[in-house]
T-cell receptor, first 111, second 112 residues
Framework: QQQVKQSPQSLIVQKGGISIINCAYE??????FPWYQQFPGKGPALLIA?????SEKKEGRFTISFNKSAKQFSLHIMDSQPGDSATYFCAASIMGNQFYFGTGTSLTVIP | DADVTQTPRNRITKTGKRIMLECSQTKGHDRMYWYRQDPGLGLRLIYY???????NKGEISDGYSVSRQAQAKFSLSLESAIPNQTALYFC???????????FGQGTRLTVV
């Protein structure tokens, strides 16, 4: 059973547009929600993360929106650039234990 | 040098062969993980270890085994490789007081 459900599987956005990736979870014990970015041939790397006590976190062009009641969180990439083209994974963990990852979203930003 | 190093980066092996994938980290982390990545399935946890004497099965441990030789080293073995174990394998480490996990570059394994 998938602990974290991610959509869409793939996304194509024009340069300058907004990319939005959504994730949903069921386990209310999750206390840490990171987003990882993976380029071809590389391992995933932490992009941005949030804890459930806040509803939004912004770092540069990247924002996580968190809806605790709906058990959903999303990644927004503002002013998307071709260099943002990568695979994005949402994840969740409990008390610093193992991560449960979503299935990934392949983002392509067209110049 | 990379914080988490995996060897080999690529490997082709035959069905039935035993193979070991190695991972070492220089972060001083106590927690280490092995994940498998398949298209459309994301990253799935195979095994994880919170210290040298602690080994735990993940969601897809069947057909795999691990060894934590030292705090910095965590190896994954396929005792008898089969074609559906063809995948991209990632090792990761994380400190007990830290939230971020650091991943290696991955090992692309092909079983023919």
């Amino acid at each position: 059973q998938q602990q974290v459900k991610q959509s869409p599987q793939s996304l194509i956005v024009q340069k300058g547009g907004i990319s939005i990736i959504n994730c949903a979870y069921e386990n209310t014990a999750f206390d840490y929600f990171p987003w990882y970015q993976q380029f071809p041939g590389k391992g995933p790397a932490l992009l941005i993360a949030i804890r459930p006590d806040v509803s939004e976190k912004k770092e540069g062009r990247f924002t996580i929106s968190f809806n605790k009641s709906a058990k959903q969180f999303s990644l927004h990439i503002m002013d998307s650039q071709p260099g943002d083209s990568a695979t994005y994974f949402c994840a969740a963990s409990i008390m610093g234990n193992q991560f449960y990852f979503g299935t990934g979203t392949s983002l392509t930003v067209i110049p | 040098d990379a914080d988490v190093t995996q060897t080999p980066r690529n490997r082709i092996t035959k069905t039935g062969k035993r193979i070991m994938l190695e991972c070492s980290q220089t972060k001083g982390h106590d927690r280490m993980y092995w994940y498998r990545q398949d298209p459309g399935l994301g990253l799935r946890l195979i095994y994880y270890s919170f210290d040298v004497k602690d080994i735990n099965k993940g969601e897809i441990s069947d057909g795999y085994s691990v060894s934590r030789q030292a705090q910095a080293k965590f190896s994954l073995s396929l005792e008898s490789a089969i074609p559906n174990q063809t995948a991209l394998y990632f090792c990761a480490s994380r400190g007990s007081l830290n939230t971020e996990a650091f991943f290696g570059q991955g090992t692309r394994l092909t079983v023919v």
